[in-house]
């Protein structure tokens, strides 16, 4: 491979430096190509834009494979656990029975959050929607924390460890009072004798003074869900955290900034947005070809939620994974979902179609999740919030990276298009 790419412009040549990853992706390195030329590049919601390296995740959207910290996703999402590969992608590698010991125990010990965020949730209108009180509150985590703004994870390595221990500990007590608040109900506070992932569910859906009984496949199809959510490397959210922690912001500030990002429905808010979507089409007499049409319709905005992916233009390995996993999920429980049978005529429909053939538009992650999510008793306007719960380590390792590396802050550049130097006229003369 050349070492350079060579760039002409305005009768001169220009050798910029070109970069190869280990699994063979190229870069042309432009960081001194202002300097050198006077240019800048211009990539509206880059898509062909690296704005950082990283050992991360590696993901090739035309083969569909999806790797963390170099494990195959299909092999992680059946043999791991979540807590596993938050270890892995914020640490690097696998821990060992000691190592994974001390991380999980010192999670299970920062469960409960403090009494004074506990009142912050009465000051939000009873229907809040969930990922907008838990932005809010990942954000109050930094106020109530504050002595670990701007903290590095190499120099301040203990007090950065804690901000992430906590935040893995917190969230799911902060997200599973968001639930029961919105419904009005007394919170159930961590009990740390369960796992992880069971202690989010106890704290989801135990009834005071009724036992609560753990069902080892909704157990089971969580934690599998949380690990397909764990990393993606530079998507909207990932992006976004690191970019406003690259101002050197607290940890909690840049993960609220994620699951804002998160929220929308271009991005995590795709699977309440596919649910609904399939609710309508049901409540509309089945028709799928209707709807397929309207897709198609550049006059209408209908768009097919979970489908599509800026990268994967193949197949979503995580969506693979999640059809599986949903019709076991549905036959274990002994659950009949109608909106599967429109997901999956949706899906083949879709499919068949030359419209979406042509631009490979494909199910993503978000098609079928929300089906297993609805199967697990999980209401609809939390479904976002399990994907943050579950893109929490990756956010983390994410930001974790850009820090140890002193990665500049981000500040892109633009090309002006407005008006030029024009005279300011007094307002009674306009
Ligand atoms: N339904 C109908 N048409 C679509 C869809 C869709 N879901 N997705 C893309 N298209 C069409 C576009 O209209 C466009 O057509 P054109 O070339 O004739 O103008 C073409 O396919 C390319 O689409 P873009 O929007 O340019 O693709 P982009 O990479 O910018 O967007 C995105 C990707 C946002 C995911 C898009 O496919 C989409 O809106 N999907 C639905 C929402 C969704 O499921 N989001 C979740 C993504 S996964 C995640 O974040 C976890």
Known sequence: MSQFAELTLEGKTYQLPVL??????????????RDL?????LDSGYKNTGATKSAITFLDG???????R???????????TFLEVAYLLIYGDLPNKEEFFDFENNIKRRTMVNEDIHKIYDGFPVNAHPMGVMSALASALAVFYPGSISAHPKKDYDVVDLQIKR???????????????SQGHPVNYPKNKYSYIENFLYM?????????EQVPEVVDALDKLLILHADHEQNCSTSTVRLVGSS???????VSA???SLWGPLHGGANQEVIEMLERIKDDGGNVDKYVAKAKDKNDDFRLMGFGHRVYKNFDPRAKIIKKACDNVLSKLGVHDPMLDIAKKLEEAALTDDYFVERKLYPNVDFYSGIIYRALGIPTNMFTVMFALGRLPGWIAQWKEMREEDQPIGRPRQIYTGAVNRAYVPMEQR
């Open 37 to 41: 030329t006077g240019y800048i590049t």
């Open 248 to 254: 050197h912001v607290s940890l909690y500030s840049a």
């Open 204 to 212: 989801m859906f135990a009834v005071p003074a009724e036992d609560y």
């Open 258 to 260: 994620g699951i804002s």
């Open 20 to 33: 190869e990853g280990t699994e063979g992706e190229k870069a042309i390195d432009i960081n001194k190509l």
């Open 167 to 181: 935040l893995l500990a917190k969230m799911p007590t902060l997200a599973a009072w968001a639930y029961k608040n």
């Open 62 to 68: 035309e083969l569909g494979i999806l790797h963390y």
């Open 70 to 80: 170099g494990y195959p996703i299909e092999e992680l999402a059946e043999k791991s």
